[in-house]
């Protein structure tokens, strides 16, 4: 790498909601974690760049001192990731972005990353020009050459349906979906050139609140309640469309004193500081959502969900209790 040495902007991917594996195309899992790009320049200085172009190497000391072990003018592409609990923990790396010095050391030994690579961009030379099978192989010999231990992640890759499907199964662990990729494809910074499919199901909650107006909502807020019979916040919709919004509206009753949400503020997104203006309504009226796989430590949803239809057929006590689906 040159004296202005620097990281490319990541190649990115555009959804699909096609989850099978198409002929002359390879899949990956998509993590549930931080997209980075790591390098290690001739000399051995460490640059950790975020998919915006953030400088995270001071925020994760393991990595940085990983990174020894790797060739020297060697950039790859991966996922910072944090396992707690046998399950990917997004928000323990949104608590570690941040830290740096001894508050990030401390937070390493408490919560170390992973990177999980998987793509290689530099080995002693610009590779991105080269095809993604290419990359691949060159990639699986950087880990068995230089016996990469962890936290260095090798992700895995395939081109069966059969096991690609199989991977849609680890759902339960946090893992999101798949990524599709090329097998002739060059690797092009800034580009959606991969596609992403991401894991859902259909569930139900109950809806506790909405912004907007009881006649004209906007987004719905959902909750279920948990063992002890509290209701609990687990995530809001995406924008409704005009027929949900009629349909929800002809169902939903203001609020009675004593809501179990009186008081509470909410987010108006995943690690937003903004508040959202909410009108509380009565938390009988069940929705069928569907959601993907992405939770967060309490078990909320952290990405919108899709109002899929409102359940007059069903009661509150009829949904899963809060923290049971995972």
């Known amino acids: 790498m040159s004296s202005t040495w620097s990281l490319p902007d990541p190649m990115l991917a555009a959804p699909?909601?096609?989850?099978?594996?198409?002929?002359?195309?390879?899949?990956?899992?998509?993590?549930?974690?931080?997209?980075?790009?790591?390098?290690?320049?001739?000399?051995?200085?460490?640059?950790?760049?975020s998919?915006?172009?953030?400088?995270?190497t001071g925020a994760f000391p393991e990595i940085v001192a990983a990174a020894a072990g790797l060739p020297d003018d060697t950039a790859l592409d991966g996922e910072l990731v944090v396992w707690e609990n046998d399950q990917l923990a997004f928000e323990r790396l949104q608590q570690r972005q941040h830290r740096r010095t001894g508050a990030a050391a401390q937070a390493a030994a408490q919560w170390p990353a992973h990177f999980v690579a998987f793509d290689l961009l530099r080995l002693g030379a610009d590779r991105t020009g080269q095809p993604y099978r290419e990359r691949r192989r060159a990639l699986e010999e950087l880990f068995t050459g230089q016996q990469l231990p962890p936290p260095w992640t090798l992700c895995p890759s395939t081109t069966d349906p059969q096991q690609a499907a199989?991977?849609?199964?680890?759902?339960?662990?946090?893992?999101?979906g798949l990524v599709f990729k090329r097998l002739d494809q060059t690797y092009v910074p800034g580009w959606r050139g991969w596609r992403k499919y991401r894991s859902r199901h259909s569930t139900e909650a109950v809806i506790g609140?909405?912004?907007?107006?009881?006649?004209?909502?906007?987004?719905?807020?959902?909750?279920?309640?948990?063992?002890?019979?509290?209701?609990?916040?687990?995530?809001?919709?995406?924008?409704l469309n005009a027929a949900a919004r009629q349909a929800l509206a002809v169902e939903l009753q203001p609020s009675r004193p004593g809501h179990p949400w009186t008081g509470w503020t909410f987010s108006a997104g995943w690690g937003s500081r903004q508040e959202l203006h909410v009108r509380l309504v009565e938390p009988v009226i069940v929705a069928e959502v569907a959601v993907d796989v992405s939770l967060d430590a309490s078990g909320r949803w952290r990405h919108p969900v899709r109002l899929m239809r409102v359940r007059p057929d069903l009661a509150p006590s009829e949904i899963p209790l809060f923290g049971q689906e995972r």
């Open 209 to 239: 609140a909405v912004t907007g107006t009881l006649a004209a909502p906007t987004t719905a807020l959902l909750g279920r309640f948990d063992a002890a019979g509290r209701l609990q916040y687990t995530g809001r919709t995406t924008v």
């Open 16 to 49: 699909t909601s096609d989850p099978d594996l198409a002929p002359g195309h390879a899949a990956e899992p998509k993590w549930d974690g931080y997209r980075a790009l790591v390098g290690r320049r001739s000399g051995g200085g460490v640059l950790i760049r």
């Open 166 to 176: 199989e991977w849609l199964q680890w759902s339960s662990v946090g893992m999101e």
């Open 51 to 56: 998919r915006a172009g953030s400088d995270l």
